[in-house]
């Protein structure tokens, strides 16, 4: 069983960052394909971004292109999301979420969850 934390999540004014964290334990975390989603009130879960095993494969999706950026430290167990030019449109609740017995996966059905941590962005 793998369990994923994120942190980093908190209040920002537009045009600000922040980076989010999310530690796994259990499992072989190099060998999973790393994603995270987020949640507008409101709104369905979105998908914003996945990392591949070695980090050599990302992918965003259209909304977060050269503003956010998905790292991930094997060593460490933890996939990183570095946010930029942050909007209010970013506001929601951002969960990752890992892919087990895939190296680099496109689909949407990830395997473990974490708990969310709250992105608020003021204008």
């Known amino acids: 069983q793998v369990h994923l934390v994120e942190s980093g999540g908190g209040l920002v004014q537009a045009g600000g960052s922040l980076r989010l964290s999310c530690a796994a334990s259990g499992g072989t975390f190099s060998s999973y394909t790393m994603g995270w989603f987020r949640q507008a009130p409101g709104k369905e879960r979105e998908f914003v971004s996945r990392?591949?095993?070695?980090?050599?494969?990302?992918y965003y999706a259209d909304s977060v292109k050269g503003r956010f950026t998905i790292s991930r430290d094997n060593a460490k167990n933890t996939v990183y999301l570095q946010m930029n030019r942050l909007k209010p449109e970013d506001t929601a609740v951002y969960y990752c979420?890992?892919?087990?017995?895939?190296?680099?996966?496109?689909?949407?059905?990830?395997?473990?969850w974490g708990q969310g941590t709250q992105v608020t962005v003021s204008s």
């Open positions: 990392i591949g095993w070695n980090g050599a494969s990302t």
């Open positions: 979420a890992a892919k087990a017995g895939s190296y680099y996966y496109t689909g949407l059905e990830y395997n473990y």
